[in-house]
């Protein structure tokens, strides 16, 4: 597998190796010892899988610390653009957001360190994904960003009018107002 480092402190990319011949394909989507290998070490206890329609916007989603969850984001079928928001404060990245094109092609996954907001938008006609958490869900610590904050200015590429967002994403705050409680450097 190859880890790819971002502009993001501890936000990284990882591409796994993918056999295929005329059969069809073969990865190893996790393997914990090639993960500690590369510098991952972390202990997933809960795995996530979602199914959405093209237009779905998900997120902005994180739960507070103690309760913070890593998240190894994949998708299964079809495919994503993935989006995250940089929350630590003191964070040379802090209130920036980046974003990837996940797919079932292209088996890239994306490690999402605790103190990052991560939500997506789905730009196939359906999409499966899948994400590894290190910590349980937890619906008291549950907090999220406004998909739509202008300061953030995320594109999801898609159309406004076409964006199905769950009234419970269309409430949040946007990240000047947000419950927040990470500090860059000093999340466990």
Same mark, same amino acid.
């Given at each position: 597998?190859?880890? @790819?480092?971002?502009?993001? +402190?501890?936000?990284?990319?990882?591409?796994?190796?993918?056999?295929?011949?005329?059969?069809?394909?073969?990865?190893? =989507?996790? %393997?914990?010892?090639?993960?500690?290998?590369?510098?991952?070490? @972390?202990?997933?206890?809960?795995?996530?899988?979602?199914?959405?329609?093209?237009?779905?916007?998900?997120?902005?989603?994180?739960?507070?610390? +103690?309760?913070?969850? #890593?998240?190894?984001?994949?998708? @299964?079928?079809? !495919?994503?653009?993935?989006? /995250?928001?940089? @929350?630590?404060?003191? =964070?040379? #990245?802090?209130?920036?957001?980046?974003?990837?094109?996940?797919?079932?092609?292209?088996? #890239?996954?994306?490690?999402?360190?605790?103190?990052?907001?991560?939500?997506?938008?789905?730009?196939?006609? #359906?999409? /499966?994904? =899948?994400?590894?958490?290190?910590?349980?869900?937890?619906?008291?610590?549950?907090?999220?960003?406004?998909?739509?904050? +202008? !300061?953030?200015?995320?594109?999801?590429?898609?159309?406004?009018?076409?964006?199905?967002?769950? =009234?419970?994403?269309?409430?949040? +705050?946007?990240?000047? %107002?947000?419950?927040? %409680?990470?500090?860059?450097?000093?999340?466990?």
């Amino acid at each position: 597998m190859k880890v @790819i480092k971002t502009d993001f +402190p501890d936000l990284i990319i990882i591409e796994p190796k993918v056999f295929e011949d005329s059969r069809g394909y073969f990865f190893e =989507s996790f %393997n914990s010892m090639k993960y500690k290998e590369s510098g991952v070490d @972390i202990t997933f206890i809960q795995d996530n899988e979602s199914k959405s329609s093209y237009g779905v916007i998900r997120g902005l989603h994180y739960q507070l610390s +103690p309760y913070a969850q #890593t998240k190894l984001v994949r998708v @299964i079928s079809g !495919k994503i653009l993935d989006v /995250i928001v940089d @929350i630590r404060q003191n =964070s040379p #990245t802090f209130g920036k957001h980046f974003s990837i094109e996940l797919s079932s092609e292209n088996k #890239t996954q994306l490690l999402v360190p605790k103190g990052f907001a991560h939500g997506f938008s789905v730009l196939s006609e #359906t999409a /499966i994904v =899948s994400y590894k958490c290190d910590e349980l869900y937890n619906p008291e610590a549950e907090r999220g960003i406004c998909y739509n904050d +202008p !300061k953030l200015g995320i594109d999801w590429k898609i159309d406004n009018e076409k964006a199905i967002v769950s =009234s419970k994403d269309k409430v949040h +705050p946007e990240l000047i %107002n947000a419950e927040m %409680n990470f500090l860059y450097g000093n999340i466990h």
